[in-house]
C-alpha cells in the first residue's frame, strides 16, 4: 500500500512533509533520469458541507477522499493533506504524462464514488491540477507552482482537471497583472465610459443611450472591456467596479442632459453580481447621491447571466423594478431563456444580439429570428433594441419588422462624453 501522511484532521502529512518528500524525490528523479507528478486537489464545496453538516461530518467527507485516494496509489507514490480541503499526490517513477492523465481520473472517479457503508457521509467532488517534472518544471517551486496554476486553470474553465500548460500559466500571469493594474487604474480615476446612442426607428430622435466604459492603459493602449470586466469578476473587483461606474455614469449623466432631455441611460450590470443582494444597495445608494430619477436608469442585464441561476436573478431583478429602475436583456438569443421564466420578469426591453442583425441581410434564417425576438417581445409588452446595425439597408428592414429601437455604427459610434449633448439635441420628446 501506498504512504499517505496527514494533517490535523485526517491524520495525512501536512504541507511541510510534503517538501520534504518533494525535494527527495526531485533529487532522485534528477539522478536517475525520471519523471514525477505533483498533483494538487481541492474539494468542491467542502465549507458548505461544514457549514451545513458540522465539522464532524466535514471529518468524515476528509477521512473517506483520504481512503479514496489511498486506494489508487501505488506502493511508490504518496499522498497529502497539506490544507483545509487541499490534498497532495506525488507520483514517482512515472514512465510517460499519459500515466498522469489515469491517475488524475481515477483519483478523481474515486473520490466521487462516494461511501459505500451506508453511513450517510455527505458526498464529495474535486478538482484537481497537476504538473511534471521535469516536462514542465525543474525545481520544487517551479513544480509547485504549476500545480497550482493548472489547478486554477481547472477552476477556471470548469474542468474537473488540467494538465500544466506554459500557455495556460502565462494567461494567467496576464491576468493577474490586469487585476493589479486594473485596481490602480480605479484609484487613479483612469477608466471612462463613452456613450452610444440608440435612435428611435419610428420617429428618428435618440431614445437614450448605452454607457460602455473605456480602459486607456498606460502601456497597453485600449483594452478590450469584456477582458478587464472577466478579470473583474474573477477578481472580486466588479463590485467595486461596478459601484464607481454607477456613479461616474450617473454623475456624467446629469450634467450631459441637463436642460436638453429625460432621455434614460442604460449601464451593463455584471453578470456576477445577478446573485448578490449587495447590487441593489449599490444602485441606491448610487441614484440617491446624484438625485436621479429611477426610471432614466436602465440596466441591461444578459441572457446568460440571468440563466445561470434564475431564481436569484429574478429576485434581485424584482428588487430593482420595484425601486423604478428598468430592466433590459442584453444580447438577447445567445443564451438560454426558458419562455417560462421570461414571462415572470419584470423587464421592459430585449436587446437583440448583434450576431443576428449584422447577418440579417444575408441571412434568411437570421432574419427571422430577429422577427421572431420583435414579435415575442410585443406580445410580452417588452419593446425590442436592435444592435449592431451597420447600414441602411439593415436599418430600414427593421423598422420595416417592427423593431421600436435600433443602436449602431451606422448611427454613431460609441461617443466621448463631450461630443453627447449635441447629438441629445435631437432626443425624442418624451
Ligand atoms: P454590449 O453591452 O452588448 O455592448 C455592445 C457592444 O457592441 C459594444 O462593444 C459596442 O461598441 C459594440 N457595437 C455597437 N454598435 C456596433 C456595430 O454597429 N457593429 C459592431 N461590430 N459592434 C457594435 P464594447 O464597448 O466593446 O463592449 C463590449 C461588451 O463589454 C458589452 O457588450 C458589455 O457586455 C461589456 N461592457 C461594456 N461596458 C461595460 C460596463 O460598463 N460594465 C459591464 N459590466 N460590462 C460592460
Ligand atoms: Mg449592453
Ligand atoms: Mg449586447
Known sequence: MSTVIGGQRTGLASRHE???????????ARTQEQRLALLAFNLRGFREININFGHHRGDQVLHRV???????LRSCDQAFHVGGDEFAVLLRELKSPQVAHLAITRILDAIEEGPNDASNTPMASARAGGAIFPDHAGNIDDL?????????????TRRRYTLYDSAINERNQQRIQLHNDLKEGLK????????QPQYDLHHNCIRGCEALIRWPHDTLGWIN???FITVAEESGLIA????????????????????????????????????????V?????????????PASLVLEVTESAMMADPEDALRTLNALHERGIQISIDDFGTGYSSLAYLKQLPVKELKIDKS???????????????????????????????EGIENRETQDLLASMGCDYGQGYYFSRPLPAEDVPPVLMNACQL
Open 356 to 386: 443576428f442583425v449584422m447577418n440579417m441581410m444575408d441571412n434568411d434564417k437570421d432574419r427571422k429570428i430577429v422577427q421572431s425576438v420583435i414579435d415575442l417581445a410585443h406580445n410580452l409588452n417588452m419593446h425590442v433594441v436592435a
Open 240 to 279: 467595486d467596479l461596478t459601484y464607481w461606474s454607477l456613479n461616474v455614469v450617473l454623475r456624467e449623466w446629469n450634467l450631459l442632459a441637463a436642460g436638453i432631455t429625460q432621455a434614460p441611460v442604460s449601464i451593463n450590470l455584471s453578470a456576477v453580481l445577478l446573485n448578490s443582494r449587495e447590487i
Open 225 to 227: 472591456p469584456e477582458l
Open 66 to 72: 483520504m481512503e479514496a485516494i489511498q486506494g489508487t
Open 18 to 28: 510534503m517538501l520534504l518528500r518533494l525535494e527527495e524525490a526531485i533529487t532522485t
Open 188 to 195: 487613479r480615476n483612469q477608466l471612462l465610459f463613452h456613450y
Open 144 to 156: 509547485m507552482r504549476a500545480a497550482d496554476s493548472a489547478l486554477y486553470s481547472a477552476h477556471k
Open 281 to 293: 444597495e449599490l444602485v441606491e445608494r448610487a441614484i440617491n447621491i446624484w438625485g436621479i430619477d
